[in-house]
């Protein structure tokens, strides 16, 4: 007996329901029972309009499968992927017919060809044993081309800016104090499992958590942050060498994220 097809649910955050538009007054919808062609075709649509897709939009799509659960962020032009609850866990900038066979694990037509192609053809006078034995060593570089390729893609999204943040300068402890009282409170970017807080203290420390299932914390960490002045805008500088942008008195931007407050 064939086993039925697998489904699955996707949240849509500032999207329309097939992923071909984006606004801020979409919202967040749900949709169940979304089949393995439905998810292939939404994430290719996500990939086409990623790079429309302009502050202060932040949409992204969050998909549960049997394998875990993923969030599909379309931001800087093209589609940033984070698992954080499956065995398959990474993250980065894959295409959407890659994160479509991450996610379900099946292997996508432009992945089988090079993969035939390194097999070497079989020769005349070549025994099955000798064919099998290129087939063998093929596999295990192949595998170990693959596990570091990822390992860089994973190190490469999760590292700190550093050299890469745009020039700022620290204020003095008169304005750095004043920076901090306005800014302390509590910011979120939604929720929803996936989406993220800052908790700013006055005294400069700061705690990010990252939600999991009913809000609970699926990550925290904690650091602390001096005012800063970058491009002209007030800037918080954090010990972990980024840069928090006070848009304004509701409104923080971190590592492209946007957080609005929701508690002084």
């Known amino acids: 007996m064939s086993q039925p097809e697998p489904t699955f649910v996707v949240v849509f955050k500032q999207l329309g329901p097939d992923a071909k538009s984006a606004g801020l007054e979409l919202g967040e919808t749900e949709r169940a029972d979304v089949s393995g062609r439905e998810l292939r075709s939404l994430l290719r649509n996500a990939g086409s309009l990623a790079p429309r897709v302009t502050y202060p939009l932040t949409p992204e799509l969050r ?3 049997a394998s875990g659960r993923y969030v599909v962020q379309l931001k800087d032009g093209r589609l940033h992927f984070i698992s954080w ?18 996610i379900t694990g099946a292997e996508t037509p432009e992945e089988k060809a090079p993969a035939a192609a390194a097999t070497p053809a079989s020769r005349p006078g070549t025994s099955g044993s000798s064919s099998g034995s290129w087939r063998w060593v093929v596999g ?5 081309a693959f596990v570091g390729i990822n390992f860089y893609t994973i190190w490469n999204y999760r590292k700190p800016p550093g050299k890469l943040l745009p020039p700022f300068r620290l204020l003095e402890e008169g304005p750095d104090k004043r ?13 929803a499992a996936g989406d993220r807080r800052l908790e700013i203290s006055r005294d400069g420390k700061i705690v990010w958590i990252k939600f999991g299932l009913n ?9 602390t942050a ?8 007030p800037a918080l500088f954090t010990s972990r060498s980024s840069l928090i942008k006070v848009k304004d008195q509701a409104t923080l931007v971190l590592f492209g994220d946007t957080y609005l407050r929701v508690l002084r």
């Not at 295990?140 to 170990?144: D, E, N, T, V, Y």
């Not at 809000?215 to 650091?223: G, P, S, V």
């Open 215 to 223: 809000r609970l914390a699926a990550e925290r960490r904690e650091f």
């Open 226 to 233: 001096q005012g800063a002045e970058s491009e002209g805008q």
């Open 63 to 65: 998909i549960t499968a």
């Open 85 to 102: 609850s499956s065995a398959k866990s990474r993250g980065g900038n894959p295409t959407a017919d890659q994160i479509f066979e991450i």
């Open 140 to 144: 295990i570089l192949l595998a170990i």
């Open 179 to 191: 920076l901090l009282e306005s800014v302390a409170g509590q910011y979120e970017t939604g929720n």
